[in-house]
């Protein structure tokens, strides 16, 4: 059983940056690709950005392609997201999720981190 737990989320001005990570363990954690999502009030969970087990191949949404970056530590088993550039649209719950078919779909994410709270202000 994969989990998965997220850190580094809070409040930044309009233009700044932050650097989430996802921590995960499970044997199957390090075959995964991994993917972020978000989840603004009121709108429905999203995809923002993957990376395969070897961090070799990424993909992203293209609200964030150019801002954001993510990136994988296979060492460590963490992968990270960095947002540059942050915007209040960027205001949501980031979750990281356990993605073994590549499918970047909620539905076919096999698990869930907690989430964590990114706020971007004017």
């Known amino acids: 059983q994969v989990q998965l737990v997220e850190s580094g989320g809070g409040l930044v001005q309009a233009g700044g940056s932050l650097r989430l990570s996802c921590a995960g363990s499970?044997?199957?954690?390090?075959?995964?690709?991994i993917d972020w999502f978000r989840q603004a009030p009121g709108k429905e969970r999203e995809f923002v950005a993957a990376?395969?087990?070897?961090?070799?191949?990424?993909d992203y949404a293209d609200s964030v392609k150019g801002r954001f970056t993510i990136s994988r530590d296979v060492a460590q088993k963490t992968v990270y997201l960095q947002m540059n550039s942050l915007k209040p649209d960027d205001t949501a719950i980031y979750y990281c999720?356990?993605?073994?078919?590549?499918?970047?779909?909620?539905?076919?994410?096999?698990?869930w981190g907690q989430g964590t709270q990114v706020t971007v202000s004017l």
């Open positions: 999720a356990a993605d073994p078919g590549k499918k970047f779909t909620v539905a076919a994410i096999s698990a």
């Open positions: 990376i395969n087990w070897s961090g070799t191949t990424t």
């Open positions: 499970g044997g199957r954690f390090v075959w995964y690709t």
